[in-house]
């Protein structure tokens, strides 16, 4: 099995809470830029979506804080989709430490609105196929 798709992120001074460490809002930026930059490593652009008339939507996502980042901490954050056979998908995050410490676990369910219709594809894996030009990334 290959790895799954992660991006480095170094936590900023400016992100950090009165305790010193990241604050609690920040994971969430942090597992949507890993997203986003996994949509653009498979070949998918944020206009490409909306030109296409869709977009993808939060629907839950739980975080777990497993160890305090400071600010000039490096971390990766990965990014694996999981496919079923509705309109949702999940989303499985992990932000990891330079030493191999994770650091929060972040899980989400997502899913494609048709932008005209305010409703979700009924198949957002195939979506993503025909959209892909790297569907493997995905897991697809």
Request: charged share 25%; hydrophobic share 40%.
């Amino acid at each position: 099995m290959s790895e799954p798709f992660s991006v480095p992120v170094t936590v900023r001074g400016y992100e950090t809470d009165t305790q010193g460490h990241l604050n609690q809002s920040v994971y969430l930026n942090y597992a949507e830029h890993a997203r986003w930059s996994l949509l653009r490593a498979a070949g998918i652009s944020q206009a490409g979506l909306v030109a296409g008339g869709i977009g993808p939507v939060a629907l839950e996502t739980t975080i777990r804080f497993r160890r305090e980042l400071l600010a000039g901490d490096e971390v990766s954050v990965s990014c694996v989709f999981e496919w079923g056979e509705g309109k949702t998908f999940r989303i499985r995050q992990v932000v990891t430490m330079a030493d191999g410490t994770v650091a929060a676990e972040v899980e989400a369910v997502g899913g494609l609105m048709d932008l005209t219709e305010r409703r979700l594809v009924p198949d957002p894996r195939q979506r993503f196929k025909e959209l892909a030009t790297e569907p493997g990334l995905f897991g697809l």
